[in-house]
């Protein structure tokens, strides 16, 4: 947090640094990001990405989209459109803060996208299949991710019954975990826990942490077993069929 001198803030610990939250999915052939924050472009130098097929958005909340300029390097070295999956409200959101992308005469050297509209139905990108889950912000509808037995959420603090049926039999979770303290839109880290039980799941990470969660290692050990707290830069590899 800037200006911030907590112990987590001050922390020596890598795992206490954390950016804002993202994943990189990768097959064989298909590389595809869900959401773009504003620390993209440190998260793509970071980890070397060469390669970037897609982009998927959750939900239009600027620590979300803000990166979304920084894939023109992808454009540049691919020569093609990066592909950009999102829902109506996302649609809405960057539309209006990247209006230069839309423009019918375009400037040199900004952003190229083929956007596709999403709902609640499964999609494609390369040879991903990808089945959205609808959960909730609040009020804020917005989609969580499964990628065969991985299932990846975020900003949500309510999920219908019907959507969880579609996160049951995931063997890895991801799900937003704030802190310990009550929040208007995020599952707390107890909510978080309850949700991984109820819903049986053998492998569980918490993302979207506040600095007010607590030290990475304090807060590892009073997890259960099969939960973890993730970090920048974890790398799962996804069970097959
Ligand atoms: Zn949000
Ligand atoms: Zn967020």
């Given at each position: 947090m800037i200006g911030c001198d907590c112990a987590i803030c001050s922390?020596?610990?890598?795992?206490?640094?954390r950016l804002r939250s993202s994943i990189l999915v990768k097959s064989k052939n298909t590389s595809l990001v869900v959401d773009t924050t504003p620390d993209f472009r440190t998260q793509m130098l970071r980890e070397n990405v060469k390669k970037l097929d897609a982009v998927i958005f959750t939900h239009p909340h600027k620590d979300h989209i803000?990166?979304?300029?920084?894939?023109k390097a992808y454009n540049f070295f691919q020569q093609k459109p990066v592909e950009v999956y999102a829902n109506t409200l996302t649609e809405e959101a960057l539309l209006r803060d990247f209006y230069y992308i839309f423009t019918e005469k375009k400037y040199p050297g900004i952003p190229e996208i083929n956007l596709h509209l999403i709902s609640d139905k499964p999609f494609m990108v390369g040879d991903i299949p990808v089945i959205p889950i609808l959960v909730y912000h609040l009020k804020m509808p917005v989609l969580g991710f499964r990628f065969g037995k991985f299932t990846y959420i975020t900003d949500a603090n309510r999920i219908e019954e019907v959507e969880k049926e579609k996160i049951k039999g995931s063997e890895i979770l991801v799900v937003n975990a704030l802190r310990k303290k009550e929040h208007i839109s995020h599952f707390t880290l107890h909510e978080a826990i309850e949700l991984v039980e109820e819903l049986r799941i053998p492998i569980a990470y918490f993302t979207?942490?506040?600095?007010?969660?607590?030290?990475h290692d304090d807060i590892t050990n009073e997890l259960p077993a099969n939960m973890h707290l993730a970090y920048d830069g974890l790398q799962i590899t996804i069970p097959g069929e």
């Open positions: 922390s020596e610990n890598e795992k206490d640094k803000a990166g979304l300029d920084d894939i979207h942490i506040s600095h007010q969660l607590g030290l």
